[in-house]
């Protein structure tokens, strides 16, 4: 993805909803149009006069709210469903068999700046847990077959783009 | 053979959800008609009378809610929570995909009745995906002439923050961007959203509106069964009628635990809620006979775990949830629930010291008593059901210190 130019985050702010009360999805939505997976100082500044917020309120509100995220992401960050349904309702050990397949652990980035694993609070799914969450998707009723699948799948995904 | 009412969820995967069409060709819409040519106080009145009780777990009566903020005879909002963060709990989620239609009704009958000036749902940032459906069929149904005259209804999303579920946390979202709680009272019912009376309920009590000003009472209500059960899902069951036994065991609901796993407790609620243990599954699940156990039925979490799952363990995960969520204002619930996680984590890897016990217990009895909103209050709920019914197994990890499968407990970092 490329950076955003003024003119297109001013775009996605207003189609957002443009005003105070909407500061949750209009930062939500930048963050997920930005390059880097995160919301830096100049959009801050920009969300800051087109909103009425101060810029030290967005960034208390990105440090407040979970879903934003404090540093570059990986290329597809998987997201671990933690609560208890999910890591303790069925029998297989997601986060364990993630371990054990890309070679880290939650927190850390593979060499290739490829995976990155991430634990999430309760993804409202637990009728299909375990499941985690890449990007926008849910995938669940996961198991080592599945996961070692959808890991391969999303590589593909990734040496292809790279060719382009 | 399925005998039980569908009320709350009747139409879901028949109808299109995003047709007004087929919603009216269903039946819907008429409660709004009716509504709009009775009086408020008759609406009210039939709202009390059905006994329809909050259904995000406050379990606070809803007719007696319209009425303060009717008595308060201001401008007023009126904000629909969805902000379904319980783990466990994902009912809400499902009228939203399926009925989306019914919810609205239940806010546009409330908004003809108290008169409101706008309607605001407030949705969990991880159900995003019902975020841009949901604008387009409020436009619908405004485009279609449902609405009060200047009435509008907004979504706000949230962005992951268990703690604007809470109502004056949810205020303070909206308003200021961040979801701080304040003390009540004055209660949102006096002053709420921008100072002025608010209503707010969560989405299954909105979606139960209809069939009330329809005569067909409030007496189902959903339950999402989910964990060591072979079928999972949201089913809508009559009250008093089943019970936890009885939902994890039919056909019509759970078809018993997966592997035929002995059940070794239940979480009822979602992760704020109590505890029930097998010798307690016999109740019927209803508002009264709950209560006379002690139990809260909350939102209507159902969550199943077998003997593998470890109680201890189970506590740990819990208060580590809400010392993660806790919004960090009252220092009872930041360093309360965090030395609670602590202990329970020396427990769980086999270092607990003599005594580790009786610091939860009485930690924990603080912070119910003690904490400034809900959060903290429900956070230990789960602690305090289990030290009174399984109190010996956290001993034997204070007393055994290979009690504890390492690896199993090494899972969380």
Redesign the interface.
């Known amino acids: 993805m490329r950076a955003l130019s003024r003119d297109e985050k001013k775009r996605i702010i207003k189609a957002s ?1 443009g005003s ?6 209009i ?2 939505a930048l963050q997920k149009s930005s390059e880097q997976g995160l919301i830096d100082e100049d959009t801050i500044r920009l969300v800051s006069e087109m909103t009425g ?1 101060t810029i030290l ?2 960034k ?2 990105i440090h ?5 995220n404090q540093s570059q992401e990986a290329c597809h960050v998987i997201k671990i469903c ?10 297989e ?1 997601i ?2 068999i993630l371990f054990s397949l890309l070679g880290i ?3 850390e980035v593979t060499e290739d700046g490829q995976f990155s694993l991430k634990y ?10 375990p499941v985690v969450q890449i990007g ?1 998707e849910l995938y669940g009723d996961l198991t080592r077959e599945k996961l070692e699948s959808m890991i391969a799948q999303l590589n593909l995904a990734s040496s292809k783009e790279a060719v382009k | 053979m399925n005998t039980n009412k569908n009320i709350l969820l009747r139409g879901r995967g028949d109808i299109d959800p995003l047709s007004i069409q087929a919603y009216v060709a269903a039946g819907g819409f008429t409660a709004l008609r009716k509504v709009s040519e009775m009086k408020a106080q008759e609406v009210i009145e039939k709202i009390m009378a059905s006994g329809v009780k909050g259904r995000g777990g406050a379990e606070y009566p809803v007719g007696k809610k319209w009425l303060l903020i009717k008595q308060e005879n201001k401008e007023n909002y009126i904000v629909c929570n969805a902000d379904e963060g319980e783990a466990g709990a994902f009912k809400d989620r499902e009228l939203l995909t399926y009925v989306p239609l019914r919810v609205i009704e239940g806010m546009l009958i409330a908004a003809y009745t108290l008169t409101s000036k706008k309607g605001y749902i407030y949705l969990r940032g991880e159900y995003l995906k019902i975020y841009e459906m949901l604008k387009n069929i409020i436009a619908k149904v405004k485009n279609n002439g449902y609405f009060p005259k200047g009435f509008e209804i907004e979504v706000i999303v949230g962005a992951g923050a268990y703690i604007c579920g809470e109502e004056t946390a949810l205020i303070s979202s909206i308003e200021n961007g961040i979801g701080e709680p304040s003390l009540k009272p004055p209660y949102p019912t006096q002053r709420g959203l921008y100072g002025l009376p608010t209503l707010i309920n969560n989405v299954e009590t909105f979606a139960c509106i209809p069939g009330i000003m329809n005569g067909e009472g409030a007496d189902t209500k959903l339950i999402a069964l989910s964990g060591m059960v072979r079928n999972r899902g949201v089913f809508e069951i009559s009250l008093d009628r089943y019970s936890v036994d009885d939902m994890i065991n039919s056909n019509q609901f759970g078809k018993g635990s997966v592997n035929g796993e002995a059940v070794q407790f239940v979480q009822l609620g979602g992760q704020s809620g109590s505890l029930m243990f097998p010798e307690q599954m016999h109740i019927p699940y209803g508002y009264k006979w709950m209560r006379m156990a002690g139990i809260g039925i909350g939102s209507g979490a159902i969550t199943v775990y077998s003997g593998r799952v470890s109680i201890v363990e189970y506590c740990r995960n819990v208060i580590e949830f809400f010392t993660m969520e806790s919004c960090g204002k009252c220092s009872t619930c930041r360093i309360g629930l965090s030395y609670i996680a602590y202990l329970l984590n020396r427990l769980c890897c086999g270092n607990g010291n003599e005594g580790d016990v009786e610091r939860i217990d009485a930690v924990a009895g603080q912070i119910s008593q003690l904490a400034f909103c809900g959060l903290g209050k429900g956070a230990v709920n789960v602690l305090c059901s289990a030290l009174r019914h399984r109190r010996e197994q956290f001993l034997i990890c204070e007393k055994d210190r290979s009690y504890f499968d390492k690896e199993l407990s090494g899972r969380y970092i």
């Open positions: 909803g105070k009360e909407h500061i949750l999805s930062l939500l917020f309120r967005i208390e509100i407040f709210y979970a879903m934003f933690r609560s208890n349904p999910c890591s303790l309702g069925r029998e050990d986060a364990g652990k939650v927190g999430m609070p309760c993804a409202g799914a637990c009728d299909i847990g926008d």
